[in-house]
């Protein structure tokens, strides 16, 4: 069983930044591929990025490609997001997510966070 359990949201202005963090529970944290997914009120999970095992490979999402970065350290078992040029389309609770092998997925994950909310005000 992995826990995970996310941090760093908040309320933010548009063209600010956050980071997120996400730390897990697990001895075998490089054994995971992580990913970002969101979800904004009455829409379906979006996914945001994804980050192989030991951190060589990521992927992006088109609506945050160039904004967004997705690293990791393995040591500290944590994964996080750093959000640049945020934009009030980026409103949403934001979940960091596990799985064996790295895949662009906004849903098929072995283990989930609960979440936490960013808010983009204009």
């Known amino acids: 069983q992995v826990q995970l359990v996310e941090s760093g949201g908040g309320l933010v202005q548009a063209g600010g930044s956050l980071r997120l963090f996400c730390a897990a529970s697990?001895?075998?944290?490089?054994?995971?591929?992580m990913g970002w997914i969101r979800q904004a009120p009455g829409q379906e999970r979006e996914f945001v990025a994804v980050i192989s095992r030991g951190g060589l490979s990521t992927y992006y999402g088109d609506s945050v490609k160039g904004r967004f970065i997705i690293s990791r350290d393995n040591a500290k078992n944590t994964v996080f997001l750093q959000m640049n040029s945020l934009k009030p389309e980026d409103t949403a609770v934001y979940y960091c997510?596990?799985?064996?092998?790295?895949?662009?997925?906004?849903?098929?994950?072995?283990?989930w966070g609960q979440g936490t909310q960013v808010t983009v005000s204009s």
């Open positions: 697990t001895p075998t944290f490089s054994s995971y591929a």
């Open positions: 997510a596990a799985r064996r092998q790295v895949k662009v997925t906004a849903t098929d994950y072995d283990y």
